[in-house]
């Protein structure tokens, strides 16, 4: 529930030098000069409002009477109802008018554009920028280098140590490879443990929590003051719920964790081991061979890797760039030949072909 008081505040006259003069008063006491705009502005409200509250009707009707005005001619303050000045005579519609508004500077407004249409040549510089630097565009250039690398490794079927939880441990024969193929890994468990497999979490009971809630605690007055502009100020008061807070015990759910354990088996099974590699590389296209690596027995076996480069040269400061290719294309370039290359400037070659194909 809102409640307003209006009292009369007090101020004092800059010219004798008088203090605490009623707000009611429009002119000093003791030397009778009007009161002005400044001495209003500089108006104190009461200490005590409830004290000083005005209580006559025809008072309260003065003090909501309007904001004063000041007279044009002399300064003096007049009631908001007064047509002419109490002081000097001077008509209240004689002020004059509002002063012009101050005129807008239009060195401002076109700095403004000014600087509008710097930023937007930035964007475009810098849009211009973008769509250079990630174009493709294509340089001539040739090959100057083309390498082979052949590697031969022997590898022998042997025992191999694995372990794995039992679930997924499926014990099996082995069937051993002849000449080098046809084999099956066997699987055969030699040791099982309880192992450690995760954490689960349960409810083991309740426990206590403080928590913080928040209730209803009566209700605490806030106040505004605010000047009438005549000399009287209302003060507004209005009630507002408090609300306070209070630690409170709660009960939740309690969790505990607790290992979870399963089997875990080592076993023994097989598989290809590398035991040793041989490498043969060059250049070109003459000479490409394999090393021979000699097997014995059946639980040997010879595998072949191979890796072909192609090395482009382009632009003007002969820049390279390598391309590992299938042989199939590698067979198909010569040392020398002419090519485009694609270039983008951000991230380099991103391709190359010849000048008689078409461009992708
Ligand atoms: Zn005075
Ligand atoms: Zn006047």
């Not at 759910?253 to 290809?272: E, F, G, H, K, L």
């Not at 590698?330 to 194909?357: F, I, N, Q």
Request: hydrophobic content about 25%; proline content about 6%; charged content about 25%.
């Amino acid at each position: 529930m809102d409640t307003t008081v209006t009292a009369w505040g007090t101020w004092d006259c800059t010219r004798c030098g008088q203090k605490d003069i009623t707000g009611r008063d429009k002119r000093c006491p003791s030397c009778g000069d009007p009161r002005e705009q400044h001495e209003l502005d500089a108006m104190r409200p009461p200490d005590d409002f409830d004290g000083a509250a005005i209580a006559s009707p025809d008072e309260l009707a003065l003090a909501h009477d309007g904001p004063d005005w000041s007279c044009r001619y002399c300064g003096s303050n007049n009631r908001a109802s007064s047509p002419t000045c109490d002081s000097c005579g001077g008509g209240r519609d004689g002020q004059p008018p509002p002063k012009p508004a101050e005129a807008p500077a239009p060195a401002r407004a076109s700095w403004l554009t000014r600087r509008r249409r710097w930023l937007l040549g930035l964007l475009l510089a810098f849009v211009a920028l973008v769509t250079w630097c990630t174009l493709d565009h294509e340089l001539a250039g040739k090959v100057v280098g083309l390498h082979w690398t052949h590697t031969t490794t022997l590898q022998r079927w042997q025992d191999v140590d694995r372990g794995d939880w039992k679930t997924s441990v499926h014990e099996r024969a082995e069937v051993p490879p002849r000449a080098g193929r046809g084999e099956v890994a066997g699987v055969a468990i030699t040791a099982c443990r309880e192992k450690h497999h995760h954490d689960e979490s349960y409810a083991c009971g309740t426990e206590n929590y403080q928590a913080t809630e928040s209730y209803s605690c009566g209700s605490t007055q806030s106040c505004s003051t605010r000047s009438n502009g005549n000399g009287s100020f209302s003060r507004t008061c209005t009630s507002v719920p408090r609300t306070c807070t209070r630690s409170v015990t709660r009960t939740r759910t309690r969790y505990c964790s607790r290992p979870i354990y399963a089997t875990w088996c080592d076993y023994v099974t097989q598989d290809w081991v590398p035991a040793r590699s041989q490498v043969v590389s060059g250049d070109g296209h003459d000479g490409l061979r394999f090393a021979e690596i000699a097997t014995s027995g059946d639980r040997e076996r010879t595998v072949q890797d191979s890796r072909y480069t192609v090395v482009f040269a382009y632009g003007d400061d002969g820049e390279t760039y390598a391309r590992e290719l299938p042989r199939s294309e590698y067979d198909g370039w010569k040392d020398g030949e002419p090519v485009l290359v694609s270039v983008d400037r951000l991230h380099g070659p991103t391709g190359v072909r010849r000048p008689s194909d078409p461009a992708e």
